[in-house]
């Protein structure tokens, strides 16, 4: 499984360590992911799906996750994320 965030595409980053003599190491800074269920209105059911915790600050603030994907780009989500848009999309124009 990797450490990218689904929703937003967050994955690691690289940096250094420095420490108090200046001597510098390579790092890596990982995202902060979290195996989440999050509730969809349109399918009415629950998605779990490992996102990031400024992803759900997001979500959060565009009002749920449908809100959420109905602006996000295709290219940032995962192949669960864009099944799940899809389902979505599909159900709230049925309705």
Known sequence: MSRRCELTGKGPMSGNNVSH?????????????????LMSEA??????????AAALRTVDHRGGLDAFLA???DV??????LKVKKAISKA????
């Open 21 to 37: 003599a200046k001597n510098r190491t390579r790092r890596r800074f990982l995202p902060n992911l979290t195996e989440t269920a």
């Open 71 to 73: 602006k996000a780009k």
């Open 43 to 52: 399918l009415g059911r629950t998605v779990r799906l490992r996102v990031s």
């Open 76 to 81: 940032d989500l995962s192949s669960n994320a």
């Open 92 to 95: 709230q124009d049925a309705v």
